[in-house]
């Protein structure tokens, strides 16, 4: 919801919206059939009741496309979506992304202003070892630039984590933003929170009170593990825990 009465749903069908609190929703965007479609196939970030962004991915069969990463017999390609009218019209882009992105999976969408927006791919590895990318756009999702990486033998200076991480980021602001993960690279594995003041360069653990043995909730859906990152209104958030 991005108000008390305006908020949009996805599902592996449609993008829906709703403008009475929830009572009634109304189709916006019919989604793609296709191959490889699922519910970790879509993210939808919503700025308001006009703006709002749709990452996709396509399961297709290329070859040697600098936009696609190869998983298995298939590579994933990504088109941005986005509409300033409430859903009514769509444009659609395939995104300039640097050649050394490779991913298997989108795991967050988000967008602070009209601007600036943080996309985290991910790719999983040998025995669940996951590589991430955070990468930032300053126009609107047209382009966007790699700000923090982990590939497991290499990493970004004050990355996420220092091990392999299937990381999900969110942001309060251009500066301010949260990450959860869950580090199966690590032995033992470890999940933790963590914090940035720099628009997502630099990466430090940040300690909560809760207690001793609890830690971000944790979703492993099929193959791959989904953690849930901070919920926030204004100055006010919600970090669900187990």
Not at 2 to 30: F, H, P, Q, Y
Not at 87 to 99: D, E, F, I, N, Q
Request: charged share 15%; glycine share 10%; hydrophobic share 35%.
């Amino acid at each position: 919801m991005v108000t008390s009465s305006v908020g949009w749903a996805i599902s592996t069908k449609a993008v829906v919206k709703t403008t009475d609190g929830g009572a009634e929703w109304t189709r916006v965007l019919t989604l793609p059939k296709g191959s490889g479609m699922n519910w970790f196939s879509f993210r939808l970030a919503a700025l308001n009741g006009n703006q709002a962004w749709l990452a996709e991915e396509s399961a297709i069969r290329v070859r040697g496309d600098a936009t696609a990463s190869r998983v298995g017999s298939q590579s994933a390609r990504l088109t941005i979506r986005a509409t300033t009218n409430g859903g009514v019209t769509w444009s659609r882009a395939t995104p300039w992304l640097p050649k050394s992105v490779q991913y298997s999976s989108v795991n967050s969408l988000q967008f602070v202003n009209s601007k600036v927006g943080g996309l985290m791919v991910v790719q999983t590895g040998m025995g669940n070892a996951w590589s991430h990318e955070l990468l930032e756009t300053t126009d609107g999702g047209l382009t966007w630039s790699r700000i923090e990486f982990n590939y497991g033998n290499r990493h970004s200076p004050h990355a996420i984590s220092d091990c392999p991480v299937e990381a999900n980021v969110t942001f309060t602001s251009e500066s301010d933003g949260w990450a959860t993960g869950v580090s199966e690279g690590c032995t033992p594995p470890t999940h933790s929170v963590y914090r940035t003041t720099d628009g997502g360069h630099t990466w430090f653990v940040r300690e909560l009170p809760v207690k001793r043995g609890w830690k971000p909730s944790v979703c492993r859906c099929q193959s791959y593990f989904y953690s849930q990152p901070p919920t926030f209104s204004g100055l006010i958030g919600v970090l669900p825990a187990i």
